[in-house]
């Protein structure tokens, strides 16, 4: 059955979100906060915990076969699946976070993240994290592959 999943047709329509490597201009317009800060190596997931709770989550990718196929540079990381509980939401973690990660990677690494047009609250924090809009892109994925790739740049 997991099989059948990973293969069944589904649309994809992303913005793409980022930041060349090495980007001097890059000036996020993100508050400091005093939260801990952590990296787990076996998930790569940056977390900040509270009383022993996970109140944010953000995973890195070093690899995305989809921006791969449009051509995308490399090296690459890839921010995504973050997810912030909701007594902690409002308060500029998410952008915190992400600034955190492109501090420590856009020396080595392009950075994206990709992101539904219709997640205004996700725009608007990778927004406030300086990065740009590059971006949108869409297709058909069926299991490893991609059809009818359609590519939008923004300026």
């Known amino acids: 059955m997991k099989i059948l999943k990973k293969i069944k047709p589904h649309k994809v329509d992303l913005l793409v979100f980022g930041l060349e490597k090495g980007d001097s ?10 939260f801990q800060l952590s990296f787990d190596s076996k998930n790569h997931s940056y977390q900040i915990k509270e009383h022993g709770e996970i109140i944010h989550r953000s995973n890195i990718y070093f690899n ?12 690459m990381i890839t921010i995504g699946d973050c997810v912030t509980i909701d007594a902690y939401k409002g308060q500029g973690i998410y952008p915190w976070v992400i600034t955190e ?3 420590e990677h856009l ?10 047009p219709q997640n205004i609250p996700s725009i608007k924090g990778i927004q406030k994290a300086g ?6 892109i869409r297709c058909l994925k069926i299991g490893p ?9 923004f300026d």
């Open 107 to 116: 020396l080595k690494s392009h950075i994206y993240m990709l992101v539904s």
């Open 64 to 75: 995305s076969h989809l921006l791969r196929a449009f051509d995308f540079d490399q090296p």
């Open 131 to 136: 990065l740009r809009k590059l971006a949108r």
């Open 101 to 103: 990660i492109v501090k």
């Open 145 to 153: 592959v991609y059809l009818g790739k359609k590519l939008e740049l």
């Open 25 to 34: 201009n890059y000036s996020p317009t993100v508050k400091e906060l005093e």
